[in-house]
């Protein structure tokens, strides 16, 4: 049976984003796995584009002219998001494994995620008025 | 004064074999009364070929976990109200990872032999048990007072861990609670057990254990004080060595 | 007759001390947050428009602590996300030999990338010179 009769698929990695059924704490853990992913992914492209500042300031600023755009700024804003989403996530990670708010988890994740959403508008606020 | 509903039920069904899928059942029924109840009325009075399990009717034996509209639920105390509405659907299925034998019936051998590896203890002295409002001094008489420990071994916690969902080989939050409950102090022997990519270094602090837990026992909780156990331990032997 | 698992007990346990691992990673966490603030409040809000051209940088890395502190950052991150990422590929449940070669790799890839960006870092402060 390809699922395995009702067994793990550990190969099926798509099923670790599933939100059906999930609850606060399971939201959570979907969403620190996509920030992760995610900003794995940005931090390689990120190492490589900065390079670009070795060679001096025609190769950097044109890079960055190019991403004058709304379009550039949305995906920065949302590799933005996803720092300060893991990050606060993150908090309530590390309190409740040594023991603080283990009971308030669910609300521990609330208030990080609106200060997150906060924080992020600020942000996305100075992003788009800077450029 | 009792009501009456007319609900349909969808229970997932599957025998030796096949793949599952749901079969439909349109029944009345009284929305003060449990899930199970009414699997139970299928099995009666529509088809006797519905396997599921149950036993004591009152959340202590842990046999009859299932997911009710995709949460882990124990059907002998779920209310139909709280689930669904008059004209309503009702969604019942099998718990998640472990296989299926027949319909809504699984396989829990794995919990059952791993709870007995690591020594689960059913039975606690209540000195040790984590009561509510425990004395500030506990008298050495008191050790004679037992208590049932909490978890059923209903595996509600292992279906819905999404790190269970990834591995057969994970402990899982029943038996690591189980571990928990025993410590490390009293049974070092468990160190080798737990602290493993298998034991508690597994879970990523989903919650849903505890968020599904219909006992009390808080597996999360469990598995991070675990966790501090066993960095007491390494981190005192380092110490020792030198 | 349905395939019933002959009851799956306790798996041997594995090599490797995941306790070290899963430490390092929850406290690389909380030093990245403090540095990742100040990376992100420097680059967005510094003066007029945040660090935006070469010239605003390279103004910004000569003063010697910046480096020193982009370094850390870089190791740090390295670390945490790496180990992290180890975790997650431990849920794809690779086979122990196939986990030893990835491993490997993810220490080439993190000792790579901290030399790389140790390198760009001091590039970028002595060319303000």
Redesign the interface.
Known sequence: MDNN?N?PT??K?WT?FNPIGRQTGGWAFILN?IT??G??FY?SLH?IV??Q??K??AG??GF?ALMRNPISIIGELLV?AA?IIH?LN??R??LT?FGIGVTLQKQLFYTLMALALIIILV?GL??FT?A | MSQKWNITLKVSRQ???ETPHFDEYKMEVDPDEYVLDAVERVWAFMDRSLCYRHACHHSTCGACGMRVNDVEKLTCITFIRDVTHNAGTLKVEPLRNF????DLAV?M??L???LE??GARSVLPATEAEIENPPSKWDPADQQYIRLADCLECGLCISACP?AA????Y?GPAVLAGAQANGLKRNPELL??V?????V??C?SAFECTAVCPSFVDPARRIMNLRSQ??KE?FGNLFRKA | ???????????A??S?E??W???IK?LT??L??II?AIH?LVN??LG???L????D?IAYYRNPIIPAMEIVFLAT??TH?LS??R??I????PGRDVLKIIDWILVLLGIS?VV??TW?AL??ASSGA
């Open positions: 009769n067994q550990p190969g990695f670790w796995r992760a992913l900003l794995l931090l190492l900065l390079g500042l070795a001096g300031p950097y600023d960055v933005v720092g990050g993150g908090i990670i590390f494994t942000f100075r992003m800077a | 025998k030796a074999g296989p299926v034998i027949s396989d051998g794995s059952y032999s791993r590896e690591i790190s990834t591995s057969s080989d402990l080798e057990i602290d493993t990519e298998d034991g270094w597994r990523h066993i960095i390494r | 007759m349905t395939e019933t698992t002959t009851s799956k007990s306790i798996s346990p594995k490797g995941n306790t691992l899963w430490l929850i966490g909380p990245l947050l990742l992100l967005h809000f007029e428009t945040g935006l051209t070469y010239a940088i991150v390295v996300s992290g990422l975790g997650i431990l849920d794809l449940k990338a790389y960006g760009l590039t970028i």
